[in-house]
């Protein structure tokens, strides 16, 4: 008989710490699923970031290397250049990445680091207990924007679109969006994982996948709740689908040729 | 084989011994007084096909060291006293984790941007651990070029050892000056012992997953892991300790200092004994560990005093008087900002002393 669905083998079976509802146990799987159908499980490194996500290493059943808050992009940097036939992916939260870590992560970028990040965008910092993030919407509640976020009279600046921002830099290759909010958008999701990790180990250069996630927790909405006022608040501002893709494999933009 | 010598400039001879050293990885960011050692690793290491990166700032070139440090390869990074600030959250993720690295400061004065000349007002955040948390690095304090090459060299084979980040800490005056040096011989990268605990070629190792953290959540676990490597320290303190002596036996006054300022002690020994003074001159080489030992038995004659020369307000003057614990006079003379005391002037402050 043939095993059509099964657990990923480089995700270990356990219980996770996720709070029901949350989008992160669902992108590890994804990764996981990658990782096992390219036959890579003893060829990954993965940093777990300081962020939810720091117990990654206990659910991912490869190597993994922790590094201090935002400075993510710098140690994949470290490993990445060490370890080039590696698949070494850089998991970051919207703090991590868009907020203490703007410098590593443009910079790395810019550099055309041979790694993938994976950026979970869930539009607040879910370890800390729901305090505004770089990419938390305008007039959305945190615990530091208790009247909603005001870039105006309040100065907390506007949400950050980071694959647009890297967009411009010479060294990014792939930067694509995703959500995890139902099953079409999962399976898209995963062919942009698979589409960066294949780009990685051919060495292309610089390739991100952003996925918009739900924190019923931090939200203070129940799942469904959540997966809802993600699709009405999050995708109309984070447009999904390939923001630049100069991939080898990539399509040719209409009108060229000929 | 007979030993290689070349006219060097401190900053140079330091990456000149780092690459010798096998250092796959070093990552730098432009501060004076230790630019050329960053320029020296990019006109090398790169031609080497090794790793060089000049970085986006300090966090994030100590950030690839750990990064680097956790694959296994040998790692460094360079910088100056603010640099070395910057450094500070790295290296203390180093420690957590218990990673082998090189840090090299060639320091200049502070507080804050200071000034760029050489001063040794890094002592506490060199040997205290600097960042957050219950830590140590070895310090390692050369006094002139050769030695600066000597101990850099010294300073990969220390970190594997031990699993602890070394900190080489020079000043200015040692980066910037020339002096003939004698180089190590080049060890064979490919030869150095694997380190088992780092990431990457698990199927060629055959073995399980390995994880490079310094998280611990679980506060019991955390206890003892801090305590599993304070033991280890104790292990260091008693097998690392080293110091060197100049005419301390009868010395009725013993001058401590490292560096640059031991340097200049010297000179001001000498001179002091011409003249038919008993002084003497410690020098401590590791200033972590600090030879409190050696420096305890010395204060046991009778009417012995201890002055702690320094380029700074007085830092480690305090561990002077922690060895010597109130068993023997202990004063500090130094100057500050970037201005270096020559002979004549630490010869005064040790004729004072002899007679006050
Ligand atoms: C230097 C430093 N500053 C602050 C923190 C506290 N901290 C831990 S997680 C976190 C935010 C994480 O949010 P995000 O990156 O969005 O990830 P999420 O938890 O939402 O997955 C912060 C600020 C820290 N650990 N280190």
């Given amino acids: ?258 | 084989m007979s030993k290689e010598i070349r006219l060097m400039k401190g900053n140079e001879a330091i990456g000149e011994a780092a690459i010798r050293a096998g250092c796959a990885s070093y990552f730098g960011y432009p501060i004076t007084p230790q630019n050329e050692l960053t320029a020296y690793m990019a006109a090398n290491m790169l031609p080497a096909g090794r790793i060089f990166i000049q970085a986006e700032s300090e966090v994030s070139a100590i950030n690839m060291v750990y990064g680097a440090a956790a694959t296994g390869v040998r790692a460094m990074t360079s910088s100056s006293s603010p640099g070395i600030s910057l450094k500070q959250e790295g290296i203390s993720y180093l420690c957590g984790a218990d990673l082998p690295a090189v840090v090299v400061n060639v320091a200049r004065a502070g507080p804050g941007l200071g000034g760029i000349t050489p001063a040794q007002g890094d002592y506490f955040q060199s040997t205290r651990g600097g960042g957050h948390g219950d830590y140590h690095t070895i310090v390692l304090a050369p006094k002139g070029v050769q030695e600066a090459a000597d101990l850099t060299f010294e300073a990969f084979e220390l970190s594997d050892k031990y699993k602890i980040p070394v900190l080489v800490l020079a000043d200015g005056l040692i980066g910037q000056m020339m002096e003939s040096v004698v180089l190590p011989d080049p060890v064979d990268m490919a030869a150095l012992p694997r380190k088992p605990w780092a990431v990457g070629h698990q199927a060629r190792d055959k073995r399980g997953v390995n994880h490079v953290s310094s998280m611990n959540l679980d506060p019991a676990t955390l206890e003892k892991a801090n305590l599993k490597r304070e033991a280890h320290y104790d292990m260091v303190k008693k097998e690392l300790c080293r110091y060197e002596e100049m005419q301390v036996e009868d010395a009725d006054l013993v001058i401590v200092a490292y560096g640059t300022s031991a340097r200049v002690s010297m000179s001001a020994v000498q001179a002091g004994r011409a003249k038919g003074l008993k002084i003497g001159l410690f020098r401590p080489i590791t200033l972590w560990p600090f030879p409190y030992e050696r420096i305890a038995a010395l204060a046991e004659k009778e009417g012995r005093k201890f002055l702690s020369v320094e380029m700074s307000m007085g830092q480690m003057v305090e561990d002077v008087r922690l060895a010597v614990n109130g068993r023997a006079p202990v004063a500090h003379y130094g100057r500050t900002g970037g201005m270096i005391h020559n002979e004549e002037e630490v010869l005064a402050a040790a004729e004072r002393m002899l007679n006050a």
């Avoid at chain 1, 698949?87 to 970028?109: N, R, S």
């Fill in chain 1, 1 to 258: 008989m043939e095993l059509l669905y099964g657990h990923p083998k480089s995700l270990v079976s356990i219980q996770s710490k996720y709070c029901p509802g949350c989008g992160h146990g669902v992108i590890h799987r994804l990764i996981t699923e990658v990782i096992d159908e390219m036959g890579l499980q003893e060829r990954s490194i993965i940093t777990n970031p300081v962020g939810c996500s720091i117990w990654a290493e206990y659910y991912f059943d490869f190597d993994s290397v922790q590094p201090a808050h935002g400075r993510t992009p710098a140690a994949a940097t470290g490993i990445k250049r060490n370890l080039k036939d590696h698949l070494v992916i850089c998991y970051q939260g919207d703090g991590d990445l868009a907020a203490i870590g703007t410098a590593e992560i443009i910079h790395a970028a810019n550099r055309g680091e041979k790694f993938t990040t994976i950026f979970v965008n869930n539009a607040i910092y879910g370890m800390t207990g729901g305090q505004m993030a770089p990419t938390t919407l305008v007039g959305q509640y945190a615990t530091t924007s208790p009247r909603g976020r005001d870039p105006g009279e309040a100065g907390m600046g506007y949400p950050i679109k980071v694959c647009e921002l890297l967009s411009s830099l010479g060294g990014t290759r792939y930067l694509a969006r995703g959500a995890v909010n139902n099953p079409v958008n999962i399976k898209k999701t995963k062919k942009m994982i698979r589409t960066a990790f294949e780009a990685q180990m051919r060495g292309e250069g610089f390739t991100m996948v952003e996925i918009l996630s739900q924190c019923p927790t931090n939200w203070k909405l129940s799942p469904p709740e959540s997966i809802d006022w993600l699709e009405k608040n999050m995708i109309p501002f984070y447009p999904l689908g390939e923001i630049k893709n100069t991939l080898s494999t990539a399509a040719a933009p209409a009108g060229a040729g000929n």
